[in-house]
């Protein structure tokens, strides 16, 4: 089955840097690859996606980047505001005919963006 | 427009006593989804369905079951509490038409 690894859990940066979370999957079928963002006490929210028919895909501050022969995708948030500060979440899934089944996310990385 | 409902949010059991969380959508959503969350170990998935009347197991299904009589609602059952079962459940709903999974706010479980 289909196992997602993330890294790092935890990451620290200073306000108006970058902040870089990696992610590799194991299942070479997968082609669905989302983020979520969940802030301190509340559910999970879709922030970006990719499929696997796109390397890149950019959405303001926030990045997503696809290596299919890898098998890795990663997420990429530049001048960081105290606010991106919560846990990040990948995940991978295979979508059959544009219907997509079991998602796996990856374990989290706590993110915090020190003022 | 509510989205996704859990109820109970809270909840403390005994080892041994059953329970039953629901879970209800009104997006009419074809996808429904039980996911626990622990420290460290992030989201991982129990059961899902991909449509009314049919279930299917997760990364972790064992002591749970599901039921998806109703397109609107997913029932995640517990017949024998354990306290490794402590966690917070999360209930997601989704369309074949997009990915995004839309998540109710948690139900947290407690089993003494």
């Known amino acids: 089955g289909e196992n997602v690894e993330q890294h790092p859990s935890t990451l620290s940066v200073q306000e108006g840097d970058s902040a870089v979370i990696k992610c590799t999957y194991s299942d070479s079928a997968s082609n669905y690859f989302p983020w979520y963002k969940q802030e301190l006490g509340k559910r999970p929210q879709l922030i970006i996606d990719i499929r696997s028919n796109v390397g890149e895909k950019k959405d303001q501050r926030i990045a997503v980047t696809l290596n299919k022969t890898a098998k890795h995708f990663s997420l990429h948030i530049t001048e960081t505001q105290p606010e991106d500060s919560a846990v990040y979440f990948c995940a991978a899934s295979i979508r059959y005919g544009g219907a997509t089944n079991k998602l796996i996310f990856g374990t989290g990385t706590l993110l915090a963006v020190q003022p | 427009n509510a989205g996704v409902t859990q109820t109970p949010k809270f909840r403390v059991l005994k080892t041994g006593q059953s329970m039953t969380l629901l879970c209800a959508q009104d997006m009419n959503h074809e996808y429904m989804y039980w996911y626990r969350q622990d420290p460290g170990m992030g989201l991982r998935l129990i059961h899902y369905?991909?449509?009314?009347?049919?279930?299917a197991k997760g990364e972790v299904p064992d002591g749970y079951n599901v039921s998806r009589l109703k397109k609107q609602n997913f029932l995640l059952g517990l017949e024998s509490a354990a306290p490794s079962q402590t966690s917070v459940y999360f209930c997601?709903?989704?369309?074949?038409?997009?990915?995004?999974?839309?998540f109710g706010e948690g139900s947290r479980l407690t089993v003494l």
């Open positions: 997601a709903s989704g369309s074949p038409n997009t990915g995004e999974l839309f």
């Open positions: 369905s991909v449509g009314e009347g049919t279930t």
